[in-house]
């Protein structure tokens, strides 16, 4: 999808596949904001010197300047919609030479996404590109709470409660591994789930570790 070769890759992570379709492009919800969660230290504990995958975090950079100048902290965003392939490409290749993200964001991704396979998609790449013990962080904005989905001028809205995402992402995370804290759910990725098609710690010979797919 991203024209990148296993060459380039190698099996440090999974290479994208082709993308579940949505009905309603979430292109538009790209929002010039910080996501909240970037300004809750308490919940987004990131140490000085982390690597942040912003998955869908849109056009601008507000968040990846805020994280830098704030919190230390590098943040890349990975968005199929907002960004070129180039952009998406360089930012896998980073997440490879670190092994894998120190954490991940969606933020309000999962509920601009109406299909469930296509927020599924997200959820999976938040877990395969995390080192095992890192946590991912999945913003929501509820809308009307109504569980009523429609259109809006931007895209889609699920109108959902937090709470409803959680078994999607316990389908992924695996139970015992998701917590809710307000609108904010957050996944550690605790090793690697049966069936669960994320990334095996491998040992390098130097002492360091590697990531490679679960077969």
Known sequence: LLGISPEDLGETIPLPGPEPSQRI????TSIKQIAAVFKKP??????????????GGGRFDLGTDYLRNERGVE???????????????????????????????AANILNVI????????????????????GKVFFQVYEGSG???????????????????YLPEIEGIFGEGNVQRKGNIIIAIKEGVLEGGGGMLPKKRATGGSVMERNP
């Open 25 to 28: 492009s979430s292109k538009d």
């Open 42 to 55: 308490e919940i987004f504990d990131l140490k000085e010197g982390s690597v942040n995958l912003d998955i």
């Open 75 to 105: 943040n890349l965003v990975f968005d199929r919609f907002n960004r070129s392939p180039e952009h998406n490409e360089e930012v896998l290749n980073r997440i490879r030479e670190t092994g894998g993200a120190d954490s991940a964001t």
């Open 114 to 133: 109406e299909e469930p396979e296509a927020r599924k998609r997200v959820i999976q790449q938040s877990y395969d590109y995390t080192r095992e013990g």
């Open 146 to 164: 109504t569980g009523v989905g429609r259109g809006t001028t931007k895209g889609w809205q699920n109108n959902k409660k937090t709470s409803e």
